[in-house]
């Protein structure tokens, strides 16, 4: 019984995106300013073979942005 409890707790948790758009609205930022945000997040969690944010740390946010740096040609202020 147990496992039908956590698989039903974990439909009804909104997923991570979500929560992010949520916040976000509830800021006032831009469609746009949303957008940018959500796309940076898949593309971060792209990057580590679809792990989830709440299981990495600095040395993978790190990562992300050393490889964005030299393999993206992407500037520091992005």
Same mark, same amino acid.
């Given at each position: 019984? #147990?496992?039908i $409890?956590?698989? =039903?707790?974990?439909?009804?948790?909104p997923r991570?995106?979500?929560?992010?758009?949520? *916040?976000?609205?509830?800021?006032?930022? #831009?469609?746009? $300013?949303?957008? =940018?945000?959500?796309?940076?997040?898949?593309?971060?969690i792209?990057?580590?073979g679809? *792990?989830?944010?709440?299981?990495?740390?600095?040395?993978?946010?790190?990562?992300?942005?050393?490889?964005?740096?030299?393999?993206?040609?992407?500037?520091?202020?992005?």
């Amino acid at each position: 019984m #147990s496992s039908i $409890t956590s698989l =039903t707790e974990a439909m009804s948790a909104p997923r991570l995106l979500e929560q992010v758009r949520a *916040r976000i609205r509830f800021k006032h930022y #831009s469609i746009r $300013t949303e957008h =940018t945000y959500v796309d940076w997040i898949k593309r971060f969690i792209r990057h580590f073979g679809k *792990r989830h944010p709440g299981d990495m740390g600095a040395d993978e946010v790190q990562s992300f942005l050393t490889h964005l740096a030299v393999a993206g040609n992407v500037a520091a202020s992005t």
